[in-house]
């Protein structure tokens, strides 16, 4: 689909900017914003400046109308299309029909590889697997595995439990298809951001605790892993910060999930002991990163091996931004690290 005209030029405008020299971004982006003894960066700090010129919301009330506005957003921050990459379009069989995913396969990567079987974020409501294009093929270059993006079904169209449901689906279906899909079965990980991070958190806890085929790997930027209680951290960076307090209840009154069940807020598990290792990557200034951080201990206690490496300078949604500045690349090139360690033949 071609990209609106209007989009490109600001697209090239953001390009310009980000090009300028620091004290310049400096002086567009405002003094420097400190907080809960934090700095925000500077890539990030201009990122919401320009947010707040151009009058863009993450939500806007209307699904439909939200949807539209992170498809025709994502082109002003994701950067060209990261390869050389092979793609394949696939349809997973799941409880509500078909799950629309893509394979992605850096060039050169021999069979059997990692998989990654990625769920993208969006609150449960917005996002598909254009919006998180470009993150899907980075994690695949750069961990050199393949990446597995699944598609699954949104709320309110589709309200909980279907999401969970689907990714679930979409697991199973990478470890049965392992040899297709060109992926070794044992080393196959799990992973998302926001609403994606909860999904795959969920996905390690049912796969671990029925027995059988469970994630060798999770990948959780970010993840929503609460809805029952509300932390600090949302009351301090709620407003002004990119993911707002009022679009965090805009998302889970479409989700319509119970607010206390595992399949919903995995932190609420009674027994976490067994999952799989995890690399937890929360942003400084995000409202999701307290729950993100309760959810790293809790696993830690239980014995599970974990990595949390808190972002500080960082917002939510920065593994989409990968196309300004450079502090977003090298947070996700972080985790790219990670999870092509925790990928690795043993």
């Not at 979409?170 to 070794?184: M, V």
Request: one cysteine or more; hydrophobic letters at 40%.
């Amino acid at each position: 689909m071609a990209i609106p005209v209007q989009i490109r030029i600001q697209a090239a405008l953001s390009q310009v900017i980000y090009g300028l020299p620091r004290p310049l971004r400096r002086l567009i982006a405002g003094k420097p914003v400190r907080l809960d003894g934090q700095e925000l960066a500077l890539d990030a700090q201009l990122l919401l400046r320009l947010q707040q010129l151009s009058g863009a919301e993450l939500s806007n009330g209307d699904v439909a109308q939200s949807r539209k506005n992170l498809a025709a957003a994502r082109h002003l921050v994701s950067g060209k299309p990261i390869g050389p990459m092979a793609t394949r379009e696939l349809a997973i069989p799941g409880p509500g029909g078909d799950i629309p995913a893509t394979l992605y396969t850096p060039a050169g990567l021999a069979e059997p590889s990692g998989l990654l079987v990625f769920y993208h974020g969006g609150g449960w409501v917005i996002g598909d697997r254009d919006s998180h294009d470009n993150t899907a093929r980075f994690l695949a270059k750069h961990a050199g595995v393949r990446v597995l993006s699944v598609e699954y079904r949104l709320a309110p169209d589709h309200p909980w439990p279907a999401a969970p449901e689907d990714c679930i689906a979409a697991f199973d279906y990478a470890h049965a298809k392992a040899s297709e899909l060109g992926a070794d079965p044992v080393r196959i990980a799990v992973g998302g951001d926001s609403a994606g991070g909860n999904l795959a958190a969920v996905v390690s806890q049912m796969t671990t605790r029925r027995g059988g085929p469970a994630p060798k790997f999770q990948l959780l930027f970010y993840p929503a892993t609460d809805f029952s209680t509300r932390r600090r951290s949302r009351e301090i960076f709620g407003i002004g910060f990119f993911l707002t307090d009022e679009s965090m209840d805009w998302f889970s009154g479409h989700y319509q999930a119970d607010e206390t069940d595992p399949l919903a807020s995995p932190l609420l598990a009674e027994d976490v002991s067994g999952l799989p290792p995890a690399y937890i990557a929360t942003a400084g200034f995000d409202p999701l990163r307290d729950e993100g951080e309760a959810y790293a201990k809790k696993l830690q206690d239980a014995g599970v091996s974990v990595a949390l490496s808190r972002q500080d300078d960082l917002i939510h949604g920065y593994v989409n931004f990968l196309g300004v500045g450079t502090r977003f690349r090298e947070a996700v090139s972080e985790a790219a690290g990670a999870l092509r360690l925790g990928l690795s033949k043993e």
